[in-house]
C-alpha cells in the first residue's frame, strides 16, 4: 500500500502484534492525531497571539506559567473547565446550549479534509474543496444561534452582524476559489496541491497568476474568521464581548477554540490554494536530496511535506497576528460595503485573468 | 431588532467610566440617545463648604485625575485672586511648564483609548510608553504620579529640579508623534471610521458653549491661553482644524502636543537661566478670607475650566462651583450621535474626549 502503512506493520509484528489489529488501529490513528493536534494547536496559537502581540507592543506578553510563559493557555483552559456554566433567564436553554457545539464540530472536520502531506489527506473526495468551504461556515450559524438565544441585545446585534458578515465575505471567496479549481481543473484540494508542483519551486505557486484573488482570499478570510479589522460581531469597544456576552466556562472555551482551530484552518487552506499546500519550496525535498531514493528516505519526505505545510500556514498566521496589531476595526456599514464594492469585483476579475491565463497556456 | 432601547453602559468597557447612554436603535441606526450622567458624583463642590481652604486643596486634582495641575492651578489661582496677592514670576512660569507636561500627558492618554474603542489595540501601548516618561517625572518632582498637590497658594511648593531631563523627554515625545502619524493618519480604516462622522458646526459648538480642542477643530480660535496673562511672553501658535469632524479632532489634538513642546522649550530656557523665589512664602494653615467672590479659568486638555469661590470671612469657603469642558461635551452627544450607527457610538464620543470625574465632580 504505502511506505507508512507497511512501516506501522513492521512495528507491529516486532513486538508480535497480529495484522489484523493493524488493519483497524491504522485508520483511526489519523483522527486521533487530528483531535490531539487541534486542541494542541490552538493552545500554541493562543500563547503564539499573546506573545507576538506582546511584542509588538513592547511587554512580554504572558511569562508567569511555566516557562517562559508556555502553560499560560493551559492554565486558562483549566480555570474555563472549572467556572460555572451561567445560563441567562430567559434564554433559550437548549439552543444556548447547542450553539457552541454547533460552531465546533464542523471545526474537528475540516481539520480532516486538508491535506497535510502525500499520504495524510484523509477525505480526498473528487470535491471535497466544496465541502471546505460549506464546513468553513458552519461556525457561523453557531454564532448566530448562540447570539440569538442568549436573550441579550448586543449579542443579537453581534449575531446579526456576524450573518451578514458572512454572507457578504463568503462570495469573494468562492469567486476567487474558482480561479483556482480553473488553474488547476480540479476541484480536489490534494490535486490543486499537486497542479502547483514543479522543480523550480514556488515558479507554479497560484499565487503568481492568482494574485489578486490571493490579497482578496487573504482579507476575506479574516473577515469571515471576526478577527480584528473585521471583529465586529464581537466588537469589545461597541457591544461588549458580542454575540459571546452571555457565555461562560467550558461553552465560552467551546467557541474559543473554535475561533482558534477555524484561524488555522483558513491559512492552511490559502496555503493549499496558493502557496503550493505541502510542496517543498526547492522544488526537490531535502531529505531525497541527501538521503536519495531509499524507503526511509520516501517516509522521511511526509514528514517533511507535513513541515513545509505547517511552515507556510504559520506565516499566514504571523500575518493575520500583524493585520490584528496594526489595524482599528471598520465600520459595520463600511465592512460590507467594502466586500460588494471592492472585493467582489476584484474577485471576478480575478476568475477572468485566471481563465485567460488557463486559455493561453492550454493553447501553447 | 427592528426597534429597541439599548442601554450601553455605566458598566461598559468604553465609556471610559460611568457614563449611561441610553440609545433607541433601528437596527443598527440610531434614533434617540439620552446620556444620564452621577454615577460619579462625589460632591467636590459642597465637600468643599465643610473644609478649610487648605483641606480642599488636594482633593481638587481629583476633579480630573489625568490633568491634576489644571485644577488646582484654577483653585489656587481663584484663592489668590480673593487674597489679592501678587506670585513670583519663576512660579508662574514652572506652572505653565508643568501644566503643558500635563496637556501632552493627558493627550496621550486620550489617544491611546481612543484607538482602543476603535479598535486598534497596539496604539494604547505605545502613548502610555512616553505618556509613563512625564508621569515619571511628575512623580520625581511633586511624589505623585497623578494626585500633584503641587501648586501652593502664592506660588508652587519647592523649586523645580531635574529641570534638563524635560528636554530630551519632550524631544523623544515628538518625535514618537510622528510614529503615531505614520500608523494613524494615513491608515485608511482610521479615515473612514474618523472623517466625516460626528460634525460639529461652529455655530453649534459655540451654541452648546463647547470649549477646548472641541471647540478648535470646528473652525474657532477660541483658546484661553492667547487671553491669559500666563502665557504672554511665551511663542506658541493655537492649533486649530476646520473640518469639525472626528479626525479635525484627533488633529488638532496632536498639534496640542507639537505646540506645546515648543512651550515647553521655551519654559525651561527661561527656568534655567533664571533663579527667584518660587512662592510667596504665605503660611496657609489658619488662612481666613474677607468677604468676597473671585473666580480663575485655565485652558485645560478638555476645554476651559472655571473655579469660583465665594468667601465668607471664615477658613472654609462660603461656596465652590467649578465649570468644567467635559459636561458640556456630554451635552452635545445627542446631537451628534442621532442618524449614525452604533459603531460610531464610541468614534464620536471618544473623540470628544469626555472625562466622566470631570463631568460629575
Known sequence: MNYLYCAFIELLAKYNFPEGLALIIFPLLPFCIIAAGLLIMVLFLVLAERKILGFVTQRKGPNRVGYWGLMQTVADAFKLLCKENITPAGADKFLFTLAPLIAFIPVMLVWGILPYNAE??????????????????????GIFLGGWASNSKYSIIGSVRAIAQAISY?????????????????????????????????????????FIGFIVVFVSVIAELNRCPFDLPEAESELVAGYNTEYSGMRFALFYITEYSMMFANAAFIVVLFLGGYLSPFG??????????????????????????????????????????????????KLLKFSWTILLPLSIVNLFICMLIKTIGGAM | MSRMKLNLGPQHPSTHGVLRLILDVDGEKISGCEPVIGYLHRGMEKMAEGMTYLQYLPTVDRIDYLSGFFNSFAYVSAVEKLLKLEI????????????????????????????????????????????????????????QRMMYNYFVFGGVRHDIEFLNEIAPMVKTIVEKLGDYEKLLTD?????????????????????????????????????????SDLYKNFEFKIAKADEGDCFARYKVRLDEIRESSKIIYQAVDFLAATTGDVNTGLKPLNLKIDHGEAFADVETPRGLTTCCIKSDGTDKPYRVKWRTGSFYAVQILPKLLIGNMISDVMAIYGSLDVMLPEVDR
Not at chain 2, 505653565?96 to 486598534?120: C, F, K, P, Q
Open chain 2, 187 to 227: 491608515n485608511p480604516i482610521f479615515i473612514s471610521r474618523t472623517k466625516n462622522t460626528g460634525i460639529l458646526s461652529r455655530e453649534e459648538a459655540l451654541a452648546y458653549s463647547i470649549t477646548g480642542p472641541n471647540l478648535r477643530a470646528s473652525n474657532s480660535h477660541l483658546d484661553f491661553r492667547s487671553q
Open chain 1, 170 to 210: 463568503e462570495l469573494p471567496i468562492a469567486f476567487s476559489v474558482l480561479g483556482i479549481v480553473v488553474l488547476a481543473s480540479s476541484l480536489n484540494l490534494s490535486q490543486i496541491t499537486l497542479a502547483q508542483s514543479s522543480v523550480f519551486g514556488p515558479a507554479k505557486w497560484f499565487v503568481i497568476p492568482a
Open chain 1, 120 to 141: 495524510f489527506d484523509l477525505m480526498s473526495t473528487p470535491a471535497n474543496l466544496i465541502f471546505y468551504l460549506f464546513l468553513a461556515f458552519m461556525p457561523v450559524l
Open chain 1, 284 to 333: 526537490g525535498y531535502l531529505s531525497n536530496i541527501i538521503f536519495g531514493d531509499s524507503i526511509a528516505a520516501n517516509i522521511l519526505v511526509y514528514f517533511e511535506q507535513t513541515f513545509w505545510f505547517l511552515l507556510k500556514t504559520f506565516v499566514i498566521l504571523f500575518l493575520f497576528i500583524l493585520v490584528r496589531a496594526t489595524y482599528p476595526r471598520l465600520q459595520s456599514d
Open chain 2, 88 to 143: 513670583p514670576e519663576r512660579a508662574s512660569i514652572i506652572r505653565v511648564l508643568l501644566m503643558e507636561l500635563n496637556r501632552i500627558a493627558s493627550h496621550l492618554l486620550w489617544l491611546g483609548t481612543y484607538l482602543l474603542d476603535l479598535g486598534a489595540v497596539s496604539p494604547f501601548f505605545y502613548t502610555f510608553r512616553e505618556r509613563e516618561l512625564i508621569l515619571n517625572y511628575f512623580e520625581k518632582i511633586s511624589g
